[in-house]
């Protein structure tokens, strides 16, 4: 399959850069999943850091539900 994305520049220099950049981000966000999980499962954290982290996890998961499909 192929697929061609077209940008009406300089208008659409924001969109242009993030269809560029998307592989980066995409890492960016996976990385900081993995880094969540590691500090929940063998960190050495209070009830109330944890419960924070979880929540942010959860918010990443929902803003990006398939952050580990491929």
């Known amino acids: 399959m192929r697929a061609t994305l077209t940008f009406d520049l300089p208008d659409e220099k ?5 269809a560029l950049r998307g ?35 959860s918010i990443l998961y929902e803003l990006v539900p398939d952050i580990f499909d491929e």
């Open 14 to 18: 924001w969109e242009h850069g993030a």
């Open 23 to 57: 592989r980066d981000y995409r890492l960016a966000l996976q990385t900081i999943a993995e880094r969540l999980r590691d500090r929940l499962k063998y960190g050495d954290l209070g009830l109330e850091a944890e419960q924070e982290l979880d929540d942010l996890r």
